[in-house]
T-cell receptor, first 112, second 118 residues
């Protein structure tokens, strides 16, 4: 079972920041938070991951609360191409338990 | 560095035939994961393999499905005696195992094989 809880759907205006929340209240100390997205019928695309510090890359920013029980993915300037299902996943990367379990994700719609 | 390569991209099989789906991981990746996505549904974990070993097959159907990741060559997901319910998109992902010290822990996915059983 997925260890995360996300809203089923969200929408955002093009050009604005999209903030996607995720709850992972049972996260353990060695689990990282990963974000992936799946644009219609394509393979899931890696976005970003982090352990406890906030992270930023060319695609997005990841804000993790101090207690690590929740996080927010921020797409700073959403475009129509960001319309996708976004998955928040917790995972221990270097172990026999490193499989990725997808939940239902958040269906993000970007409106013009 | 090429990404995760899956082939074929589309595969049509008649009921009762065998389907073989191939996945070549990214260079330097020794872990492979297979997922199935039925139409309009989410991604379901099937199996996790390291080179020559199955680590976790908790998501594999008990019959007709098997997976391997030989020492040389791609990982293979094999479906024997396919039925219409096997029609789905099958995705594989790969990730590194050994700690490299630079946080490269992410798994990357291929574009999938879409299996249609007629």
């Amino acid at each position: 079972d997925a260890k995360t809880t996300q809203p089923t759907s969200m929408d955002c205006a093009e050009g604005r920041a999209a903030n996607l929340p995720c709850n992972h209240s049972t996260i353990s100390g060695n689990e990282y938070v990963y974000w992936y997205r799946q644009i219609h019928s394509q393979g899931p695309q890696y976005i970003i991951h982090g352990l406890k510090n906030n992270e930023t890359n060319e695609m997005a920013s990841l804000i993790i609360t101090e207690d690590r029980k929740s996080s927010t993915l921020i797409l700073p300037h959403a475009t129509l191409r960001d319309t996708a299902v976004y998955y928040c996943i917790v995972r221990v990367p270097y172990s026999s338990a490193s499989k990725i379990i997808f939940g239902s994700g958040t269906r993000l719609s970007i409106r013009p | 560095n090429a990404g995760v390569m899956q082939n074929p991209r589309h595969l049509v099989r008649r009921r009762g035939q065998e389907a073989r789906l191939r996945c070549s991981p990214m260079k330097g990746h020794s872990h492979v994961y297979w997922y199935r996505q039925l139409p309009e549904e989410g991604l379901k974990f099937m199996v996790y393999l390291q080179k020559e070993n199955i680590i976790d097959e908790s998501g594999m159907p008990k019959e007709r499905f098997s997976a391997e990741f030989p020492k040389e060559g791609p990982s293979i997901l094999r479906i024997q005696q396919v039925v219409r319910g096997d029609s789905a998109a099958y995705f594989c992902a790969s990730s590194p195992f050994l700690w490299t010290g630079n946080m490269n822990t992410e798994a990357f996915f291929g574009q999938g094989t879409r299996l249609t059983v007629v």
